[in-house]
T-cell receptor, first 113, second 113 residues
Framework: AQSVTQLDSHVSVSEGTPVLLRCNYS??????LFWYVQHPNKGLQLLLK??????LVKGINGFEAEFKKSETSFHLTKPSAHMSDAAEYFC???????????FGSGTRLQVQP | SAVISQKPSRDICQRGTSLTIQCQVD?????MFWYRQQPGQSLTLIAT?????????ESGFVIDKFPISRPNLTFSTLTVSNMSPEDSSIYLC??????????FGQGTRLTVV
């Protein structure tokens, strides 16, 4: 069975400091992994995806994530937080043969001025 | 990419009634997915809708409560039947060539009173 665990339900950072949102997955097969962002009252937006190519994935708005098979992790990082990054972030997993996505519980990112 | 339109965007309904949510995609897709996001929670897959066949429901979701139609390759409906306050959620339609991509509608915010 596949699952995804977001280790922090809330993360608070100061503007201009680094962001780290942690995600671990469990999958019997080679996974595909995604990070989505959901701003208040907005739809889901894809930040980045890993689909068995480069292990370091760059996404939009300066975010990136590294796939570490040995640690079964796919943590999301950004060097410098911006106020507009405040949102809910979802780590998502699927694998070949399954068309639907399994969502983590989400991490709410707060950015303090 | 795919553009997904959901209607209605939000609704307030009386308990015991039913609401049908429409999902229109701007291109033909084989599979469409319906998710639920309860308040403060992550997304949970309700069912997968294939054109020309019965929808496939996930554990905990049944056809009598969430009947789905898929009359063609660009359209699907989800009905929430005999609603109770516990059905208050955001319902999202999704399409895409998972695992490489997935697109989401803006969602339907349902409040049952």
């Amino acid at each position: 069975a596949q699952s995804v665990t977001q280790l922090d339900s809330h993360v608070s950072v100061s503007e201009g400091t680094p962001v780290l949102l942690r995600c671990n997955y469990s999958s019997s097969y080679s996974p595909s992994l995604f990070w989505y962002v959901q701003h208040p009252n907005k739809g889901l937006q894809l930040l980045l995806k890993y689909t068995s190519a480069a292990t370091l994935v760059k996404g939009i708005n300066g975010f990136e994530a590294e796939f570490k098979k040995s640690e079964t992790s796919f943590h999301l990082t950004k060097p410098s937080a911006h106020m507009s990054d405040a949102a809910e972030y979802f780590c998502v997993v699927t694998f070949t043969g399954r068309r639907a996505l399994t969502f983590g519980s989400g991490t709410r990112l707060q950015v303090q001025p | 990419s795919a553009v997904i339109s959901q209607k209605p965007s939000r609704d307030i309904c009386q308990r015991g009634t039913s609401l049908t949510i429409q999902c229109q995609v701007d291109s033909q897709v084989t599979m469409m997915f319906w998710y639920r996001q309860q308040p403060g929670q992550s997304l949970t897959l309700i069912a997968t809708a294939n054109q020309g066949s019965e929808a496939t429901y996930e554990s905990g979701f049944v056809i009598d409560k969430f009947p789905i139609s898929r009359p063609n390759l660009t359209f699907s409906t989800l009905t929430v039947s005999n609603m109770s306050p516990e059905d208050s959620s955001i319902y999202l339609c999704s399409v895409g060539r998972v695992p490489t991509e997935a697109f989401f509608g803006q969602g339907t915010r349902l409040t049952v009173v």
